[in-house]
């Protein structure tokens, strides 16, 4: 007997990709992206700011940072990876699982324009953390007034 667990994340993951796909038709993406079309869920970000840079707080607990792919194109950042299910026991009974294992994606593109040379990105106790400095052309200059 194979448990399968019920995702509504999954579920909205579906109804986007039928949206995009509807869409398509009308304005085709550019590239197709393989890591979207085959996530099931969604990491949780925090995403704060300051006149220096964006920061992005991404919890991957239990994901090894070599599982974790990240791009940066198009003023667009680009999160994707995998969590790997734990291999299944003999003569064991799950009582409940709700951890969401398979892979993931999260995607956001900048307001103004960014440093991309210089992002930079740590992985510590399972928070993947992203810094994303300004371009020096959108930070707030001071005036001083004479």
């Known amino acids: 007997m194979m448990l399968t667990r019920w995702n509504p994340l999954n579920e909205m993951l579906n109804l986007q990709r039928e949206m995009d796909r509807l869409f398509n038709f009308v304005t085709p993406r550019s590239r197709r992206d393989e890591d979207y079309d085959s996530a099931v869920w969604m990491p949780v970000v925090d995403i704060s700011e300051d006149n220096d840079q964006y920061i992005l707080h991404f919890d991957l607990p239990g994901i090894d940072k070599k599982d974790v792919k990240m791009s940066f194109a198009d003023n667009t950042l680009t999160v994707s990876g995998e969590r ?22 999260r995607s956001f593109t900048f307001p103004s324009a960014v440093n991309a ?27 001083t007034i004479s």
């Not at 299910?85 to 951890?99: F, G, L, M």
């Not at 210089?118 to 005036?143: C, F, H, M, R």
């Open 84 to 105: 790997k299910e734990a291999t299944e026991k003999k003569d064991v009974t799950c009582h409940r699982i709700e951890r969401v294992y398979g892979k993931f994606y």
């Open 117 to 143: 040379e210089k992002i930079s990105a740590t992985y510590k106790d399972g928070v993947l953390t992203v810094t994303v400095p300004k371009a020096e052309e959108v930070k707030p200059k001071q005036i």
